[in-house]
């Protein structure tokens, strides 16, 4: 690996020094994603014929990247890892990914996501499992599962993602990489594979923020397709990247954060909240002022399940397209209910369906008021406990799940009803739009772990200099997957 | 009936034909032969799409919700109504629940049925997209995504009505205030207008304000012409009857049937008990937003006059017949026509002689709109013009209107090219006269002013020589004076 471990600035560089050319970094790309293919299973497609762009002044011009693969992406296919559209070739762009072209990025693979965005673990793609470049044995958590997996293993500076729960933030955390998913509707979501309308964000995973920031200023930006999204033509994320944040003001929450919450913790959880600490006092030396608060325990536990209701509701009425009337392979049958359900039967994983009879359940008249309204209000009591905290805060600063990487085979790893709050409370990044971003803080048992910072809506230049700034104190940007 | 009276409740679905764009894609709102001509992927759902509200289809719905003298919501919001069908490519129709607050609600229609004022609650009104359309083969079906995605209005009334004349009377009030509205043509030969009805039967001594004495309701759907709602209640009508009188009727639950024209009956589709639950819930793509109070202003402001009061103005102000003005307002199309007309400077009992006469039986027979219709308001004051001129007699004037339509020419043209112009120049009728004098001597000698009958033989003469083209009337006058100076 020549070049591709570099970050988005230093390619820009060489690029216009020409030092490289846009050929070279693409030839090198592809070459690390059939690597990348073989040892991780990291994506649905590799676009072989992907053509070198023109170096222009834009910072993304020139330089290969990954789509996950619900980004609809014109004459390439675009599965969302769901057999329903494993031949699906759209006839349109995704705006941001017409957005990424109109900046000169070049594309070369679509990467493998848990199906349609739906899982955490990047097991459920058509294609076959995700496997972590550090660890083999490990997932890398999910949906954006491929994306994560080749970011971290150098194949390119930056590939989109989507996060409807942390499917950004988590993948990113496993892999020891940066995930970033800014404000609801900063990005316009037409043209990405719905899972959540109310939940889902675009975004992306780089090694460094300020990649990330990069990366989302060419991505972001109101546009007439998408009602939910709006006009951030005065935020620069790059340009606001200063490192100034003496004065900010972090909390972490209690329920969350200490150790005395957990009955039977392992090692990894200790070590992992005991280096969480560690991170904490690094903000104190950058001069922000970081302390804890308490948020209702009974409140933090219903996340997982107002997360679970409201998504799989979306879902299943945000999937009912996938017929394979219009698109999609044909379902056999005598009549179209016969042929839908063929299509539909075959084409899911049994995950899925799972969920989507959860989602039925919650929305049937005599069921919504009690589930669906009631975790609508659940989302909306949540989301004003962090308004609240947002009043005094600068950000919310939280450990991303209980350790590193899970093993694939679920057996070695200790399940442990106490760490749901820990594992879940990304998805309250997502029930508010929160702008959002994971940075790696260090590694526990050899393998990479990540910390979050959280911060109110539309204060995404806030957000991303605090994590910024941390970024700086520590040793892991840049870094690529060794294999432990 | 005699013995029972019967509630009955529409739901009608109007197309709104008149914007642009449809009501959540930028796909063409227009109707088309050519199937799958006007669509874009958010009319097929294809994955990623998503629904931006088209303005324009709201400020019509809620003329509409005004004209209806219903409430308009604070806040407009859409709401997704989930069910697996061919012609519903998302899996969901996007639409307004009664929850949130739709477009419209409560508000009342007062209208005409057989010479007497009839007051009828409307429920609701509701903003939705339409369904694609499909047509069934032996042993395929095709799909025809054009219509998807439409605007559509569906209103629902309170079972206020009582017979299918009401039925009849009320929706054709709604076409003509749609069409007034200018928010659609409304037109059921186009798929614009569909019905579902529902017909319950009570006993005629039993109290109908107390709704447990409705009856069991029946809804029969997929109605999809005025005389199909009529036939569709009056069949319903009759079989609940029989079930009455036949003891049956206390069996039958309540269930959704189906109107099959070809053979005028209903026919059972499924029960209560089996009803679809749509596990309606608020799109989430589509932020709730504000209806300013200076925007609903603005529009109520802009709502046009609708029927009832232009037939006020044609009578009191064109000093036309109720008669007259009535049949004039029926359509809007056929009132601008004549509006139109009017304004060119047209005497308007002539033209409402005119529009509706000879105008309105041509386009029935033909089955034509007046926007297709050749004869402009322009020519057709040609036409009346060429008439008061004298150019042309009434009588030909007849033969001209069908010439200029058969032709596709203007009045003057036809007038002209068919050599139709009357000879009213006195110079050319004098020599005429003369030579027709100088032909006929004997019947000069036996004129006589008080026996006039052989001026008709004179009259005869012109007309052979002038073939037909003098003006009788100056003819007769000048013929008169020659004989009178002669028998000096």
Same mark, same amino acid.
């Given at each position: 690996m020549k070049y591709m471990n570099k970050s988005i600035e230093e390619l820009h560089e060489m690029l216009k020094k020409g030092e490289v050319t846009s050929e070279e970094l693409v030839k090198e790309s592809l070459e690390l994603s059939h690597q990348i293919q073989d040892e991780c299973n990291a994506f649905v497609t590799i676009i072989d014929d992907a053509q070198p762009k023109k170096v222009t002044d834009n910072l993304l011009s020139g330089i290969p990247c990954g789509l996950k693969d619900n980004y609809s992406t014109k004459g390439i296919l675009s599965t969302g890892s769901s057999n329903t559209l494993k031949d699906y070739v759209p006839f349109f762009d995704a705006t941001a990914v017409k957005k990424l072209k109109e900046a000169g990025a070049v594309f070369v693979n679509k990467t493998v996501?848990?199906? !349609?965005?739906?899982?955490? %673990?990047?097991?459920?793609?058509?294609?076959?499992?995700?496997?972590?470049?550090?660890?083999?044995?490990?997932?890398?958590?999910?949906?954006?599962?491929?994306?994560?997996?080749?970011?971290?293993?150098?194949?390119?500076?930056?590939?989109?993602?989507?996060?409807?729960?942390?499917?950004?933030?988590?993948?990113?955390? /496993?892999?020891?990489?940066?995930?970033?998913?800014? %404000?609801?509707?900063?990005?316009?979501?037409?043209?990405? !594979?719905?899972?959540?309308?109310?939940?889902?964000?675009?975004?992306?995973?780089?090694?460094?923020?300020?990649?990330?920031?990069?990366?989302?200023?060419?991505?972001?930006g109101i546009d007439p397709n998408d009602m939910t999204s709006w006009d951030s033509e005065k935020i620069h994320l790059r340009e606001s990247l200063n490192g100034q944040v003496k004065g900010k003001k972090l909390c972490y929450i209690q329920e969350i954060c200490d150790l005395s919450n957990y009955t039977n913790p392992s090692d990894e959880l200790k070590e992992h909240l005991a280096n969480f600490n560690k991170t904490l006092d690094l903000c104190r030396n950058l001069g922000m002022e970081v302390e804890e608060v308490s948020v209702d325990k009974t409140l933090l536990n219903a996340l997982a399940a107002v997360y679970?209701?409201?998504?799989?509701?979306?879902?299943?009425?945000?999937?009912?397209?996938? %017929?394979?009337?219009?698109?999609?392979?044909?379902?056999?049958?005598?009549?179209?209910?016969?042929?839908?359900?063929?299509?539909?039967?075959?084409? &899911?994983?049994?995950?899925?369906?799972?969920? &989507?009879?959860?989602?039925? /359940?919650?929305?049937?008249?005599?069921?919504?008021?009690?589930?669906?309204?009631?975790?609508?209000?659940?989302?909306?009591?949540?989301?004003?406990?962090?308004?609240?905290?947002?009043?005094? /805060?600068?950000?919310?600063?939280?450990?991303?799940?209980?350790?590193?990487?899970?093993?694939?085979?679920?057996?070695?790893?200790?399940?442990?009803?106490?760490?749901?709050?820990?594992?879940?409370?990304?998805?309250?990044?997502? !029930?508010?739009?929160?702008?959002?971003?994971?940075?790696?803080?260090?590694?526990?048992?050899?393998?990479?772990?990540?910390?979050?910072?959280?911060?109110?809506c539309y204060d995404d230049e806030n957000v991303l200099n605090i994590a910024y700034a941390l970024e700086q104190e520590m040793d892991y940007q840049n870094q690529i997957a060794k294999e432990v | 009936m005699g013995k029972y009276k019967a509630k009955i409740g529409l739901e009608m679905h109007c197309e709104i034909s008149e914007t642009k764009t449809k009501v959540f894609s930028s796909a063409k709102n227009s109707y088309s032969e050519e199937a799958n001509s006007n669509i874009n992927p958010i009319d097929m759902a294809f994955p990623g799409i998503l629904p931006v509200v088209n303005k324009e289809a709201v400020r019509m719905a809620l003329m509409a919700s005004m004209a209806l003298n219903c409430q308009q919501p604070e806040y407009m919001y859409f709401e997704r109504k989930n069910y697996y069908y061919p012609d519903l490519p998302k899996g969901f129709q996007l639409t307004?629940?009664?929850?949130?607050?739709?477009? @419209?609600?409560? @508000?009342?229609?007062? *209208?005409?049925?057989? @010479?007497?004022?009839?007051?009828? +609650?409307? =429920?609701?009104?509701?903003?939705?997209?339409?369904?694609?359309?499909?047509?069934?083969?032996?042993? *395929?079906?095709?799909?025809?995504?054009? $219509?998807?995605?439409?605007?559509?209005?569906?209103?629902?009334?309170?079972?206020?009505?009582?017979?299918?004349?009401?039925?009849?009377?009320?929706?054709?009030?709604? $076409?003509?205030?749609?069409?007034?509205?200018?928010?659609?043509?409304?037109?059921?030969?186009? @798929?614009?207008? $569909?019905?579902?009805?529902?017909?319950?039967?009570?006993?005629?001594?039993?109290?109908?304000?107390?709704?447990?004495?409705?009856?069991?309701?029946?809804?029969?759907? =997929?109605?999809?012409? *005025?005389?199909?709602? +009529?036939?569709?209640?009056?069949?319903?009508?009759?079989?609940?009857?029989?079930?009455?009188?036949? =003891?049956?009727?206390?069996?039958?639950?309540?269930?959704?049937? $189906?109107w099959d024209e070809e053979s005028g009956t209903t026919i059972y589709m499924r029960s209560k008990v089996d009803a679809i639950d749509y596990k309606y819930f608020v799109e989430p793509n589509i932020p709730k937003f504000k209806l300013s109070k200076e925007w609903l202003e603005e529009i109520k402001a802009s709502l046009p006059m609708l029927a009832y009061e232009r037939k006020l103005k044609y009578i009191n102000n064109y000093n036309l017949s109720d008669y007259d003005a009535s049949i004039l307002v029926k359509q809007r199309d056929i009132a601008d026509y004549f509006e139109k007309t009017i304004s060119l400077g047209v005497d308007s009992k002539q033209a409402a002689n005119w529009t509706n006469g000879m105008i309105l039986s041509y386009l029935n027979s033909n089955e034509i709109n007046i926007k297709e219709f050749f004869l402009t308001p322009e020519m057709l004051k040609e036409l009346i013009d060429l008439i008061n001129s004298k150019t042309i007699s009434s009588k030909q004037g007849k033969e001209v209107f069908a010439k200029v339509l058969e032709k596709k020419k203007s009045p003057k043209e036809i007038v002209e090219s068919e050599g139709m112009m009357q000879i009213t120049d006195t110079g050319e009728l004098d020599r005429i006269i003369d030579e027709v004098v100088n032909e006929n001597p004997e019947q000069v000698a036996a004129y006589d002013p008080e026996r006039p009958k052989i001026l008709d033989y004179f009259i005869g003469q012109i007309m052979k020589k002038t073939r037909g083209k003098a003006n009788p009337v100056t003819a007769s006058q000048l013929m008169k004076e020659k004989l009178a100076n002669l028998k000096k």
């Open positions: 996501m848990d199906e !349609f965005g739906m899982g955490g %673990t990047g097991t459920t793609g058509h294609t076959g499992t995700v496997l972590n470049p550090w660890d083999k044995t490990r997932m890398c958590a999910g949906s954006s599962s491929g994306s994560a997996a080749a970011v971290a293993a150098g194949v390119y500076p930056y590939a989109t993602g989507s996060d409807t729960g942390d499917s950004i933030r988590k993948p990113a955390a /496993y892999c020891g990489i940066v995930g970033y998913k800014p %404000t609801y509707g900063m990005i316009s979501r037409y043209g990405l !594979f719905p899972f959540a309308s109310s939940l889902d964000h675009l975004g992306v995973l780089t090694r460094n923020v300020k990649d990330a920031a990069i990366v989302v200023d060419n991505m972001k679970v209701v409201i998504s799989c509701a979306e879902a299943t009425s945000n999937m009912s397209n996938l %017929t394979g009337i219009i698109f999609g392979p044909r379902g056999e049958g005598d009549n179209y209910v016969d042929m839908m359900k063929d299509h539909r039967t075959k084409g &899911f994983s049994p995950l899925i369906k799972r969920r &989507f009879v959860i989602g039925s /359940y919650v929305l049937q008249s005599q069921n919504q008021e009690r589930y669906f309204r009631n975790a609508q209000r659940v989302r909306r009591l949540l989301v004003d406990a962090w308004k609240d905290l947002y009043k005094k /805060y600068d950000a919310v600063i939280l450990p991303v799940g209980s350790g590193p990487a899970k093993h694939l085979d679920g057996s070695k790893d200790i399940l442990d009803k106490d760490t749901v709050v820990l594992e879940e409370h990304l998805q309250i990044g997502n !029930f508010g739009g929160f702008p959002s971003i994971t940075i790696p803080n260090g590694f526990v048992s050899k393998l990479p772990v990540g910390v979050n910072i959280t911060g109110n | 307004q629940e009664t929850k949130p607050i739709p477009v @419209g609600i409560y @508000g009342q229609v007062t *209208f005409e049925c057989n @010479g007497k004022e009839k007051t009828v +609650r409307i =429920n609701n009104l509701h903003l939705e997209e339409d369904a694609a359309s499909l047509d069934h083969y032996d042993d *395929f079906s095709t799909i025809d995504y054009n $219509r998807a995605g439409v605007p559509l209005l569906e209103l629902v009334t309170e079972p206020d009505i009582s017979s299918a004349d009401e039925a009849v009377a009320f929706l054709e009030h709604m $076409r003509s205030v749609y069409q007034y509205l200018n928010i659609s043509e409304a037109d059921s030969k186009k @798929g614009q207008v $569909r019905c579902d009805v529902n017909v319950s039967i009570m006993d005629e001594d039993l109290d109908d304000s107390d709704p447990k004495n409705w009856g069991t309701k029946i809804e029969v759907k =997929n109605v999809n012409s *005025f005389g199909g709602v +009529r036939d569709a209640i009056n069949y319903e009508i009759k079989r609940q009857t029989k079930l009455k009188e036949n =003891n049956e009727y206390e069996q039958m639950e309540q269930q959704t049937r $189906r």
